[in-house]
């Protein structure tokens, strides 16, 4: 558990995670890049949990294209499912008030 607390937001000081619009976001680092993830919450203890569960994931992703390699099919799977991932990580707020989710 974070040491540190921001007394403004509440969230864990130097660890990734930001308020959008009432939900907690998070951002991890890997690879030089940097990954940003909705939570889906609002509180602090499932969002620190959610970056534990993700960050292994990506971990184990990571591994995984090291150990077998990567293929162009792969690539392509992996590329649409990223693309999957980001349209539900935009939440509702993306879309218009008049178009059923």
Not at 41 to 60: G, H
């Amino acid at each position: 558990m974070a040491s540190r607390y921001n007394e403004k937001t509440g969230l864990p000081k130097g660890q990734g995670f930001y308020w959008k619009n009432d939900v907690i976001y998070v951002a991890i680092w890997r690879g030089g890049k940097k990954r940003q993830f909705c939570t889906g919450t609002d509180k602090t203890d499932a969002a620190l949990d959610f970056k534990k569960k993700k960050s292994k994931q990506l971990d184990a992703d990571d591994e995984a294209r090291v150990v077998q390699g990567v293929r162009v099919s792969e690539l392509f799977d992996d590329y649409v499912s990223h693309l999957i991932r980001l349209e539900q990580d935009q939440g509702a707020y993306m879309l218009p008030p008049s178009v059923p989710i």
